[in-house]
């Protein structure tokens, strides 16, 4: 208590209005609680509650979500809850309105999909990125293959 004082925090940390109410916060445990509460005080626009205070990823730009872990507890301000699976799945680039098996998962299914998934615009990037930097104009010769086949001819031709 004396270490909160001293950082200027109230403690027993004071429960937001918007809160009180909201049956995802009531859901989760306390610490789990406490984070979504510092997330709410400090207007953070993301929170990592999977983790504890000093590890969670926190971030005020809601434009740029933390990245996603299978394991990961994403509190949204704006939203008033926790990301779902279908959430992280469009965050991820994968729009399940036009996947035909996605509603054979279930959220938490989904969630762990996402999070062990690569988003899909830095694929794309990567896909470009290696297809403007190949040289298509010059053949690619394998010096150690070229030998080898010399060597086979060599042998043959004896």
Known sequence: MDACAAQGWQWPLRVPERLTQNPWFL????????LVIQAELRKFAW????????????????????TLLPNSHIWSTELGRYLIGADAMALQGF??????????????????????????????AVDFAILTNVNYAEPVVDSGALELANLTKSMMDS
């Open 47 to 66: 929170s990592d509650t999977s983790q504890t205070w000093g590890r969670t990823r926190h971030n005020f730009n809601f434009d740029a979500v933390p």
């Open 95 to 124: 729009p399940l309105a036009k996947m035909r098996a996605a509603n054979k998962f279930s959220q938490s299914q989904l969630f762990d999909l996402a999070g062990n998934s690569f988003t899909t615009t830095v694929s794309m």
């Open 27 to 34: 859901a989760s445990c306390n610490r789990e609680q406490e």
